[in-house]
């Protein structure tokens, strides 16, 4: 099964800081969806980036697609205890029956 | 609240039993799926439904099968569970017409259900 890259696979920080996790693969995507998956509860999807270099910004938190649609970014600004969780990214791979591509998500904990 | 409901949300039960999830969402949206989550928290979709109509079915194993009432709830119905049935169940939708469109406009998931086969 075709998967998605997310790096690093976990990550621990202090409040305050800043970092960026990766979404990386070999296919182009038409597009690419960012979640957020808390302990016990489903994923909520974050952002939609559609075109080759978009950038999108929600508050503190900056998405930014990849030139070639190959990858991916995200990253957090000063980042706060409510930003832990499980960040997934999910690509529409056109070619592959037009399915989501999952990846296997950066497992974020922001300590006070 | 609007949302995508799903019970229960822990359900735990001996190999060879039977055993159902439900899933509603008050949202109108048209198409309804159903995802499986390993505990390598890989998602893995399993079945959607446009309008109660099955427009997507992976290779799942055929003692899972789905039912649509109507285009707001989305059942899943599980025959003879094994220990490798053991995951979490997410019921997801979007909206539009087609699967086409969770690519569009992403999905909306439930809360889950955590299925623990002993």
């Known amino acids: 099964t075709q998967l998605l890259e997310q790096s690093p696979q976990f990550l621990s920080i202090q409040e305050g800081e800043n970092l960026t996790v990766y979404c990386n693969s070999s296919?182009?995507?038409?597009?690419l969806q960012w979640y957020r998956q808390e302990p016990g509860e489903g994923p909520v999807l974050l952002v939609t980036v559609v075109t080759g270099g978009e950038v999108k910004k929600l508050k503190r938190l900056t998405f930014q697609f990849g030139d070639a649609r190959k990858d991916s970014s995200l990253h957090i600004t000063a980042a706060q205890p409510g930003d832990t969780g499980l960040y997934l990214c999910a690509g529409d791979d056109a070619g592959n029956n037009r399915k989501l591509i999952w990846g296997l998500g950066t497992s974020l904990a922001v300590n006070p | 609240d609007t949302a995508v409901s799903q019970t229960p949300k822990y359900l735990v039960t001996q190999m060879g039993n039977d055993k159902s999830i439900k899933c509603e969402q008050n949202?109108?949206?048209?198409?309804m799926y159903w995802y499986k989550q390993d505990s390598k928290k890989f998602l893995k979709i399993m079945f959607s439904?446009?309008?109660?109509?099955?427009?997507i079915n992976e290779t799942v194993p055929n003692r899972f099968s789905p039912k649509s009432p109507d285009k707001a709830h989305l059942n899943l119905h599980i025959n003879s569970l094994e220990l490798g049935d053991s995951a979490v169940y997410f019921c997801a939708s979007s909206q539009g017409i087609g699967f086409l469109t969770g690519l569009t406009y992403g999905y909306t998931f439930g809360s889950g259900t955590r299925l623990t086969v002993v």
């Open positions: 949202l109108g949206h048209d198409t």
């Open positions: 439904y446009n309008n109660k109509e099955l427009i």
């Open positions: 296919s182009v995507f038409s597009s």
